[in-house]
């Protein structure tokens, strides 16, 4: 992607007559590899290599965005010009094309050794299992009419499936998945994540429809505060947060941020998909609502806190969260068990959804373990967690456990059909009074790999 | 459009085994909401691949020529382990009717805000409409022999509304195909029932009675099911002759869409449940390879970036022999009307059970009584399809995302919670 960025500025001059007008290009150059195992073989193998652009020109009532899959200063052009014509401003001139300049060759994606290395994990962890595994590396450039160019290159590993494992009454299959960027450590992660979903246990009873005390646990609060604060607080939309700037809505001792500047998590960035680079923008502060996550559109005075996103160069951006972090507590994990004395304790939540309008909510976990007289019993489920936003933050306990853990389960989130990746870090929460609806235990097995609006 | 260097590379590396799709396709969006609009216009080509190579399949996807020839360099590095080659279709098109370039989508935020006020008695109110119009123009070839052409267009778009009374509110949204010309008061209509029964503070009345499904919860339902048509072997609930009641027929045809699927095989109408019994299955060519048959035109891509996988391209209920709606309500004796559903349709086909979470109306003696909130029904799915007791006439398809067509159906007995 080595164009000429200030010729593609120049082009685009005609878009943004004024200064509130928001005109860029955005250019993508993506590569993946996804391979899917049975039982220790390699049954499919893919590869993917594609290049994508889009012109975009906001004015104060309309966004017009035109999209090629065409990287080149060619493409740009098109894109630029049609972009114009749509808009009825002077169009650039049609030029003949030009043949394309070779394009240099890439690193390989390193498919090979990660073949090995999760061959073995597998054959001593999981001999038994259905798996896909992707590796991706994407590139994005944005350049803006007015101002600097950027760049990021992220690469993203992501696995997800299911496998057989023991538990005390035979052996029962298991939904996995586990989204991690590129790093050096992320094999064992991935290693060790593995042996812990394999664990033996129990056989599961049912739950009854109710009420139940819970604690969050394992970093799966994540999740939870996915749906009901950063859906709630991405700027342009009404939610039961509307209105309640400043306002406490949970206990002082609780601190949430969106921080997208956290590069160990999957869904940080280096800079956001109009070239803006992030900063941690705090959702709950000691228990006030405290900001917005904004896109440039939707930014006070133009300034946007980094978190305009797209899934692709063919979207538009919209404000998307990106890592939700809870900041630690000072209760261990028996302190908190002692404090529900009787509820539920859950450790893994793999999907959710929110409706902002009713500010009602659900999120879905496999299984949980019940808590009877202060320690952990049975296992159950699996469920549903309902509510309703304001009252479910306020059935915060003070009592914020003090270890954070990665939550590396929760990988995606859709909104409006765009797919972007997300995570977060989370110490253990206990939230009272929840709504607890039961699902059919084979209907609760299914990895649900997306959480959403 | 042509990829010389990637047949060159896929005949030399797989001889007469592969296949390259490709496809250049143009579509217009539409958002609007309130004062604000958004449009997109996308011009999107994409070049897939598949092939044997050494016993093993692959497959490689770009955006141009010359990223797909990157991708299958990348994707032979692969080891893969074998599994039987299909086999290919060879049907040759003569000439290829283009696609006509679509228009973008009128915008009918405001007439459909106002439909929707009028229907909802005032308690609805639009949010946001998004419309996309497109038409795309794909190529399939093959070692084979297979070189085939197809244009196809589609019309579809997704509707938010806000319902609101007293101090609740709720969101509703509605996915809709238009095949015609765009038909808003349908749309209207169920975004209001949508967004507004949800408002009553009444929970189900019953735990137990005759269910009337609306045909977007039928088609819902149907579309949950549609992996008893396209796997190897059924479950071992599945009793082929007594699949559903008498008066359930169900087929697929996807011959007004597309002439070929996504793999080059002629689409033809397939009947899967003739009068309540299992009489056929949807075959892409790698099941078809493993059941020892042929495709029966089901190869489909959802998008160039993935492998063809069997699916269904147009399922429905036959409804020849169908009574019209108002018969059916008047039958129900005391039971309710699931009018939206208010959680995707949760079905487990290896354990026969399903789970319905729907807003509607209660009914008794034929006649609408009072809305109810939410209500679940759950059981077996073998069950629930040997207790269709009638079908009616007013099919209406929806995006699921196939097309999926369903009338207004007559459970005779469910349980509710």
């Known amino acids: 992607m080595d164009l000429d960025v200030s010729r593609l500025a120049n082009w685009m001059e005609s878009l943004s007559k004024g200064p509130e007008d928001l005109a860029e290009i955005f250019l993508e150059h993506r590569r993946a590899a996804t391979l899917e195992w049975r039982d220790g073989e390699v049954v499919t193998g893919r590869a993917a290599c594609e290049n994508g652009l889009s012109a975009r020109c906001r004015t104060r009532d309309a966004d017009h965005l035109v999209f090629v899959s065409d990287a080149s200063e060619a493409g740009a052009r098109e894109a630029i010009r049609s972009l114009q014509i749509r808009m009825g401003r002077p169009a650039l001139p049609r030029k003949p094309d030009r043949p394309k300049p070779q394009s240099e060759s890439e690193p390989p994606l390193d498919v090979d050794r990660w073949t090995r290395k999760l061959t073995s994990i597998f054959s001593r962890l999981a001999p038994r299992h259905r798996f896909r595994w992707t590796l991706s590396d994407v590139t994005r450039q944005v350049v803006p009419v007015r101002g600097a160019p950027s760049s990021s290159t992220r690469r993203l590993l992501s696995l997800e499936g299911t496998f057989t494992a023991a538990s005390r009454r035979g052996d029962e299959i298991r939904a996995f998945s586990f989204h991690a960027p590129g790093s050096e450590t992320t094999a064992d992660e991935l290693r060790a994540a593995l042996a812990r979903a394999g664990e033996p246990r129990e056989t599961p009873a049912s739950l009854p429809d109710g009420q139940a005390d819970v604690v969050l646990a394992g970093g799966c609060a994540a999740v939870f505060f996915h749906e009901i604060l950063s859906h709630a607080l991405e700027a342009g939309q009404e939610s039961p947060f509307s209105g309640l700037e400043q306002a406490r809505v949970a206990v002082p001792e609780l601190d949430v941020r969106d921080d997208a500047t956290r590069l160990d998590l999957f869904g940080g960035y280096e800079q956001d998909d109009e070239g803006v680079r992030p900063r941690p923008v705090k959702l709950l502060d000691a228990g006030r609502l405290a900001g917005l996550l904004t896109d440039r559109a939707h930014a006070p005075r133009g300034v946007s806190n980094g978190h305009g996103r797209r899934a692709g160069p063919s979207d538009l951006p919209m404000p998307r969260g990106s890592n939700i972090v809870v900041a630690p507590g000072h209760a261990t994990e028996d302190e908190l068990a002692r404090r529900v004395s009787s509820g539920i304790w859950i450790a893994d939540l793999d999907g959710g959804s929110v409706e902002l309008a009713s500010g009602q909510f659900r999120v879905r976990f496999p299984r949980a373990r019940r808590v009877r007289r202060g320690r952990l019993a049975d296992e159950c489920g699996p469920g549903w967690l309902a509510g309703e936003i304001l009252p479910a933050l306020k059935s915060i306990e003070a009592a914020v456990g003090r270890e954070v853990y990665s939550y590396r389960a929760l990988g995606f989130c859709a909104r409006s059909g765009q797919v972007v990746p997300v995570q977060g870090a989370a110490p253990a929460i206990l939230v009272r009074r929840l709504a607890i609806r039961s699902l059919q235990r084979s209907l609760g097995s299914v990895p649900a790999l997306e959480s959403g609006a | ?417």
């Open chain 2, 1 to 417: 459009m042509r990829a010389e260097s990637a047949l060159e590379e896929l005949s030399r590396r797989a001889p007469k085994q592969w296949e390259l799709y490709q496809k250049v396709g143009e579509s217009h969006e539409l958002i609007a909401s309130g004062g604000q609009r958004r449009s997109a216009w996308r011009r999107e080509t994409g070049q897939a691949a598949r092939w044997w190579e050494d016993g093993g399949m692959r497959f490689a996807c770009g955006s141009s020529a010359e990223d797909l020839t990157r991708a299958i360099s990348s994707a032979q590095s692969i080891r893969v382990s074998p599994s039987p080659t299909p086999q290919w279709p060879q049907s040759r098109t003569i000439g290829v009717r283009s696609a006509a370039a679509a228009d973008p989508p009128s915008d009918f935020f405001d007439e459909l805000a106002r439909q929707l006020s009028a229907e909802s008695r005032g308690e609805a109110q639009l949010a946001e409409l998004t419309l996309r119009r497109g038409s795309a123009v794909e190529r399939i070839e093959n070692g084979c022999g297979l070189a085939v052409a197809q244009a196809v267009e589609s019309f579809d778009g997704v509707a938010l509304a806000i319902g609101r009374r007293g101090s609740r509110s709720c969101e509703a949204r509605a996915v809709f195909r238009w095949e015609g010309e765009p038909d808003i008061a349908a749309v209207a209509r169920r975004l209001a029932d949508r967004a507004v029964l949800p408002l009553s503070e009444r929970s189900t009345p019953l735990a137990r009675g005759e269910c009337l499904l609306d045909p977007s919860v039928a088609a819902a339902l149907l579309a949950a099911i549609a992996p008893l048509f396209t796997a190897d072997r059924g479950p071992r609930w599945l009793s082929r002759p007594h699949f559903g009641s008498e008066r359930v027929t169900i087929a697929d045809d996807a011959g007004a869409d597309a002439p070929f699927d996504g793999e080059g095989t002629p689409t033809r109408r397939v009947i899967l449940v003739q009068s309540g019994e299992a009489v056929s299955s949807l075959r892409d060519l790698s099941s078809a390879v493993r059941s020892r048959d042929r495709s029966t035109g089901h190869g489909v891509r959802p998008s160039y970036r993935l492998p063809p996988r069997v699916s269904p391209r147009r399922l429905f209920f036959e409804t020849t022999e169908g009574a019209p709606p108002r018969d059916l309500l008047a039958s129900v004796r005391r039971g309710l009307f699931a009018s939206a559903l208010t959680a995707p349709a949760r079905v487990d086909i290896e354990q026969d059970h399903f789970e319905l979470e729907f807003t509607g109306i209660a009914i008794v003696a034929g006649r609408a009584q009072s809305p109810v909130s939410g209500a679940r029904a759950r059981g077996r799915l073998s069950q629930l399809l040997r207790r269709i007791g009638a079908v009616a006439t007013d099919r209406q398809f929806f995006p699921m995302p196939y097309p999926t067509g369903a009338p207004t159906l007559l459970i005779e007995r469910a349980d509710f919670d």
